[in-house]
């Protein structure tokens, strides 16, 4: 992922550093490398607010940058944001477009296009296949680190490769750290050589690239500052629900791991013996990739209760993420046991819920925003935008249950009585059969 050079406006500022440091050589030719930039050591260029860039002439033509910006957000979370590929163009500004052409395991190949003026009317619209590898995650006792690699296969550069660069660090990795308000620093690093064609003096785009740079950064470091942020608002609204209005019964020890096993009827899961709990039993995946939506509603919900972590049993807490085709529809729907809270991580959706006066409340809710539907309540989610989309919903109960309307109805075993929904939902018996049909679980 090269967030492919798309250019930028001139950073006037730097055009200065670089005049200062440079030693101009060469004649009245107009061949770009007869008047060439030559550097005492390298130019560095740095932010107030932790960004830094360094510039190199490794040749003729040519230029390597480096860059690096301090983040808060966990290695974890730069991470999904940089290889979530195709989003990229939904908040880097010079980015028009971000296309997967390719995606195979820690390989992917991008299509990228970007445009901006230049000086004298002059437009200049970088355009190029690019190449990316995703490195194995670095561990070691106090930093963990991981590396995207990128070169452009075809595009408007003769050179354009390097790799941007992860690293998380504990206090203790850093001494000098000067962060007091967290365990961490965070630091996102992007190399890249660049070898313009023969037509395109580097000169003319290098402090363009560097500008574009810039941005990108600062780009990425506001989505992953804006994702940490709004997902610790959900996590404190959550812990302030469940203390106030939690519903499953509070537990009576530091934990009560589920033995799904036991055999035993409790109101909840009957507790493992100690010496068989483990950390896995505390730990889940499950929501950390889109789920597989195959059903006709174009959505599908991933839990993230006690029955998937055990751990859970007496907390009175669970999770799931709901993902959404174009169009899907989470349909009407109840959880007897727990209020929800919903954040949208991608996307637009139209979120409401019926009251027993059967008032409906509707709200257009997008990324980044929250919506509640109370406990026990008739509710449901529909995507109405032209992208798939995505939330995490939190509930005050270790196993919240979900009754889906259409399903309790028509699909129930045994059957309601087709007596009782004709006279309930007004409409022949035919009618009812028909919809059954329409519920009736797939034949394998």
């Known amino acids: 992922m090269a967030l492919a050079p798309s250019s930028s406006t001139m950073s006037i500022t730097l055009a200065k550093d670089l005049q200062q440091a440079a030693t101009i050589r060469g004649d009245d030719d107009d061949d770009v490398d007869d008047v060439d930039v030559v550097y005492d050591g390298c130019v560095f260029a740095e932010e107030g607010d932790g960004l830094f860039i360094e510039i190199e002439n490794i040749g003729r033509n040519s230029r390597r940058i480096k860059s690096k910006i301090l983040i808060d957000a966990t290695l974890d979370t730069v991470w999904s944001i940089l290889t979530d590929y195709e989003k990229l163009s939904d908040f880097l500004p010079g980015l028009a477009i971000s296309k997967l052409v390719e995606k195979k395991d820690k390989f992917a190949r991008l299509y990228q296009i970007g445009q901006q003026n230049l000086p004298f009317g002059v437009k200049f619209k970088a355009k190029g296949v690019v190449d990316c590898y995703e490195k194995d995650l670095e561990t070691s006792p106090f930093k963990k680190k991981r590396d995207i690699e990128f070169k452009m ?18 206090k203790r990795c850093d001494e000098n750290d000067s962060s007091a308000d967290r365990d961490f620093q965070t630091t996102l690093s992007y190399l890249v050589d660049v070898k313009p064609k023969m037509w395109l003096p580097v000169r003319l785009v290098e402090g363009r690239l560097t500008n574009e740079i810039k941005t990108n950064l600062s780009c990425i470091r506001e989505e992953a500052q804006m994702y940490t942020k709004a997902f610790s608002c959900l996590l404190l609204i959550f812990a302030a629900i469940h203390s106030a209005y939690a519903s499953d019964a509070d537990n009576l020890q530091d934990l009560c791991v589920a033995d799904s ?80 809270i919903m954040y949208v991580l991608e996307g637009d959706l139209e979120a409401g819920f019926i009251t027993t006066a059967n008032k409906l409340l509707l709200k257009n809710v ?28 939190a509930s005050n109960s270790q196993l919240p249950g979900t009754q889906s309307i259409g399903l309790s109805l028509f699909a129930a075993t045994p059957e309601v009585p087709d007596n009782v929904l004709s006279r309930a939902f007004q409409m022949g018996t035919k009618q009812i059969d028909k919809l059954k049909t329409k519920f009736a679980p797939k034949k394998t």
Request: net charge neutral; aromatic share 10%.
């Open 366 to 393: 997008k990324k980044g925003e929250i919506y509640v539907f109370p406990k026990g309540l008739v509710h449901f989610q529909r995507n109405i935008g032209e992208k798939p989309a995505a939330v995490i919903s």
């Open 261 to 340: 096993s036991a055999g035993i009827k409790v109101n909840g899961f009957a507790c493992k013996p100690d010496s068989s709990v483990t950390p896995d039993d505390f730990y889940f995946n499950g929501l950390a990739t889109p789920g597989y939506i195959n059903n006709s509603f174009g959505a599908v919900v991933t839990g993230a209760n006690v029955q998937k972590i055990p751990g859970l049993n007496t907390l009175g807490v669970s999770l799931a993420r709901i993902d959404f085709a174009p169009g899907g529809l989470n349909p009407p729907h109840t959880h007897p046991r727990a209020t929800e």
């Open 153 to 170: 296969i075809e595009g408007d550069f003769q050179t354009f490769e390097g790799k941007w660069s992860i690293e998380q660090c504990n």
